[in-house]
């Protein structure tokens, strides 16, 4: 079994950076498969990045491409979004996901096993 608390929200000015994190306890982390998401108001919950077990592989939704990285320490149990460039649409709760498996599913909530809290990124326009 893998928690997973989320961090690094915060208010930001467009055009700002933040960089989320997503910690996790267990022995086991690096088995799974990381994926952050997020959800603004009234709209449904929308995939941002992935990351594989090694942080060999990552895959960005079109959005968040030229401007989100996505990576991991294994040896510290940790997942971090990078976020530059922020626009006021990112504003959004950030989610980050976990689940065994790597494939084309990974924009699919429903694929995910573990989920952390949220941490809240509001940009400022």
């Known amino acids: 079994q893998v928690q997973l608390v989320d961090s690094g929200g915060g208010l930001v000015q467009a055009g700002g950076s933040l960089r989320l994190s997503c910690a996790a306890s267990?022995?086991?982390?690096?088995?799974?498969?990381i994926a952050w998401f997020r959800q603004a108001p009234g709209k449904e919950r929308e995939f941002v990045a992935e990351?594989?077990?090694?942080?060999?592989?990552?895959y960005s939704a079109d959005s968040v491409k030229d401007r989100f990285t996505i990576s991991r320490d294994n040896a510290k149990n940790t997942v971090y979004l990078q976020m530059n460039s922020l626009k006021p649409e990112d504003t959004a709760v950030y989610y980050c996901a976990a689940r065994r498996s790597w494939d084309s599913s990974m924009t699919m909530t429903r694929v995910y096993t573990y989920w952390g809290q949220g941490t809240q990124v509001t940009v400022s326009s």
């Open positions: 267990g022995r086991t982390f690096s088995t799974y498969v």
């Open positions: 990351i594989s077990w090694s942080g060999g592989s990552t």
